[in-house]
């Protein structure tokens, strides 16, 4: 277990393994243990690198804002002389990945956005951030929208450990949602159309925060970017499928290992 300072920051994070590196970044949900299905998967063939973001789970920071993400991601690879990655990103963790591979091209070797936009607005990511609250509602779920119903069906235990991971988070928590559509943390269809790295975005099925349709007008957006819609799978897949979750990842981050 390490830290790093950043700006205003202290930063925790974790390197379990050894070989080429997988980054992964956790959600507005969760924080580095999120990856625990991960970690043991992965660091038998990569060096593993969680992390818990500014005012996430261990770290800390005065002034939390997305536009420190990819700040924060370079600073802890400077520390570990870490020069190109995979990444992983997760929900709001793709407001790191996909701004630090257009500021760090040479350092992304491969870029997977679960179950987000990463930052990147056209009309279809607005339409469907305003109509959230909607379709929870219709949904009848009294539960985390990351979740989808059937798995809270199925799976209780799973679920219970969802939302004690998600209770670490003493610091800005959910409340960080807001901020993810600042001006400030978007990512310009300018700026998207220089994307060097290969980009494979995962959707589930049932993702109410994020749904397919919306994800797929991303993923047009996107230039050469590649989809999978993960049939049965909520906003979580990698909570809900981890061996679906890691054969894909396993599968992309390996074919551009090189």
């Not at 779920?141 to 679920?159: G, K, M, N, W, Y």
């Not at 494979?200 to 994800?215: A, N, Q, R």
Request: negative net charge; proline residues 5%; charged residues 20%.
């Amino acid at each position: 277990m390490s830290r790093v300072r950043q700006a205003d920051a202290s930063i925790h994070y974790e390197v379990h393994g050894d070989g080429p590196t997988l980054v992964f970044a956790h959600g507005a949900g969760g924080n580095g243990l999120s990856w625990w299905q991960q970690v043991p998967a992965f660091a038998r063939a990569y060096r593993v690198l969680t992390f818990d973001h500014r005012g996430f789970g261990r770290s800390s920071c005065e002034d939390f804002h997305p536009r420190y993400f990819a700040d924060d991601l370079a600073a802890i690879l400077d520390a570990e002389g870490i020069e190109r990655v995979a990444l992983v990103c997760q929900s709001m963790g793709g407001w790191t990945g996909l701004p630090f591979a257009l500021r760090h091209p040479e350092r992304v070797a491969s870029l997977v956005l679960a179950c987000t936009p990463g930052g990147y607005v056209n009309a279809e990511v607005l339409a469907s951030a305003a109509g959230v609250g909607e379709r929870i509602a219709a949904a009848g779920i009294d539960h985390t929208p990351a979740l989808s119903a059937d798995f809270v069906r199925r799976r209780p235990d799973l679920r219970f450990l969802y939302d004690r991971i998600g209770e670490l988070n003493t610091g800005v928590g959910l409340s960080a949602v807001s901020k993810l559509f600042d001006p400030e943390a978007r990512v310009s269809a300018d700026a998207l159309r220089s994307l060097r790295a290969p980009v494979l975005m995962l959707s589930g099925s049932d993702d109410l925060l994020f749904p397919p349709e919306t994800l797929r007008s991303v993923a047009r957006d996107i230039p050469g970017a590649r989809l999978e819609e993960i049939a049965g799978a909520g906003h979580s897949i990698y909570f809900e499928l981890p061996e679906r979750f890691n054969q894909l990842v396993a599968e992309f981050a390996g074919s551009h290992a090189g």
